[in-house]
């Protein structure tokens, strides 16, 4: 019977019980491109098992050895793109956490089911001897929905909270990430604190939805939480891919500069802390931040 290793490391955080759990699973060479070595529906049922709020699986590429192929799933649903995952195997691979997998060089390479390339890499800043670890996701544009479906939403978002709030701004994704609603709720609105019905949330009619609004914290930026409840995920911990939307939008509305680094949180229960800049040039928002060991082992199918 086949054993396979894995570690479970929470990524944007320092500790044990903070940021978003994922299961970094490494898995033979070219286990993607022969199915029958590691099915998606055995993928389904791993996840399932270890109950976590991602699962990725790491094998690498049999066509460039640069690359590592890599999937993702909650046991429930299969994401093309995870960033808090991601990030948390760039830990893995810079500590080599699965030897077999190989320990990280300068930069990482991981590779989506849709082919997409996303760069990562350990960074231990001057000063500091505390590693942190980046990763360049695609910045997604948003769409001004219109005011017809803004107050739909904004009924829905009362609704959910079971009190009138105030809805400055909404926004969908665009392209892949259409089922993505961005919400801007006012300043006087404390978001960490906000309770929600989730299954009222599922009105929204989209897949992921995004609560945020600026901080009088003069330390950080923004803070936002994020809750798919037709995903399965009532609500995640710490989403990267969330921060797509959020980093080019707020950056354009406080006017930051181009790649202005800025602190954000997750107020999540566990929470969350990054570290985000939007290279214009590139197109792409880095996402920086801490990532904590929290278990590891071997399993056998």
């Known amino acids: 019977m086949p054993t396979y290793p894995y570690v479970i490391i929470n990524a944007f955080t320092r500790t044990s019980f903070g940021g978003n759990p994922a299961v970094i699973i490494a898995l033979p060479p070219s286990s993607f491109s022969q199915p029958q070595t590691f099915s998606e529906e055995t993928m389904a049922k791993v996840s399932l098992a270890f109950a976590q709020p991602m699962s990725i699986f790491l094998s690498p590429s049999p066509d460039d050895p640069t690359l590592l192929d890599v999937r993702f799933h909650t046991g429930t649903f299969e994401p093309f793109i995870c ?21 990280s060089g300068a930069e990482t390479k991981l590779r989506t089911k849709a082919g997409k390339i996303i760069s990562a890499c350990c960074i231990i800043e001057s000063g500091s001897e505390e590693e942190k670890y980046e990763i360049a996701l695609p910045a997604t544009p948003v769409v001004t929905i219109p005011d017809v479906e803004m107050e739909r939403i904004t009924s ?13 701004y ?34 929204t009619s989209y897949s992921v939805n995004i609560i945020t609004n600026v901080t009088p914290d003069a330390d950080q930026v923004f803070v936002s939480r994020m809750f798919a409840p037709v995903a399965g995920i009532p609500e995640d911990p710490v989403c990267g891919s969330a921060h797509t939307l959020l980093v080019p939008y707020w950056a354009t509305r406080l006017g930051k500069k181009n790649q202005e680094e800025m602190y954000v949180r997750q107020v999540s229960p566990r929470g969350g802390d990054l570290w ?11 996402l920086k931040g801490h990532a904590k060991a929290f278990a590891k082992g071997d399993f056998t199918i």
Do not use: F
């Open 83 to 103: 960033g808090h995952a991601m990030l948390a195997a760039v830990k893995a691979l810079c500590t080599n956490a699965l030897p077999s997998l190989g320990q």
């Open 156 to 168: 829905v978002i009362s609704e959910a909270a079971g009190r009138n709030v105030q809805v400055e």
């Open 170 to 203: 909404a926004a969908k994704g665009e392209g892949e990430m259409d089922n993505y609603l961005m919400i801007v709720v006012g300043p006087d609105e404390n978001v960490g604190d906000m309770k929600l019905d989730i299954n009222v949330l599922r009105k």
């Open 276 to 286: 985000v800049t939007w290279d214009q040039d590139e197109g792409l928002v880095k």
